[in-house]
């Protein structure tokens, strides 16, 4: 099993910044596609970013697309994501996911693509 373990979640103002960070315990991290999900009070999981094993081509969700950014140092296993202009409806448990890519995939946005999950780090955003 691949561990994965979120951190830099807090309660900021809307309009402020905040890195979340996900590290893995697995050497062959650089082999996953990665991915950021998360899940607001009385809603679905939902997708918010995925970037590939070499991290050159990343994905988002409209919803955040220009304010956040994923990205990922293979030599430190962690993936990270930046997020920028933060809003109240950005509230919610964020979960990293790690996917066993092959070299040719995409990124991926589909929950039920990835086979690893972190337990979640919360951000709450005050308005």
């Known amino acids: 099993q691949v561990r994965l373990v979120e951190s830099g979640g807090g309660l900021v103002q809307a309009g402020s910044s905040l890195e979340l960070s996900c590290a893995a315990s697995?050497?062959?991290?650089?082999?996953?596609?990665m991915g950021w999900f998360r899940q607001a009070p009385g809603k679905e999981r939902e997708f918010v970013a995925s970037?590939?094993?070499?991290?050159?081509?990343?994905v988002y969700a409209d919803s955040v697309k220009g304010r956040f950014t994923i990205s990922r140092d293979n030599a430190k296993n962690t993936v990270y994501l930046h997020m920028n202009s933060l809003k109240f409806e950005d509230t919610a448990v964020y979960f990293c996911?790690?996917?066993?890519?092959?070299?040719?995939?995409?990124?991926?946005?589909?929950?039920?693509?990835?086979?690893?999950w972190g337990q979640g780090t919360q951000v709450t955003v005050s308005s």
């Open positions: 996911a790690a996917r066993k890519a092959t070299y040719f995939e995409g990124p991926r946005v589909r929950e039920d693509q990835y086979d690893y």
């Open positions: 697995d050497r062959t991290f650089s082999t996953y596609t």
């Open positions: 970037i590939i094993r070499s991290g050159t081509a990343t």
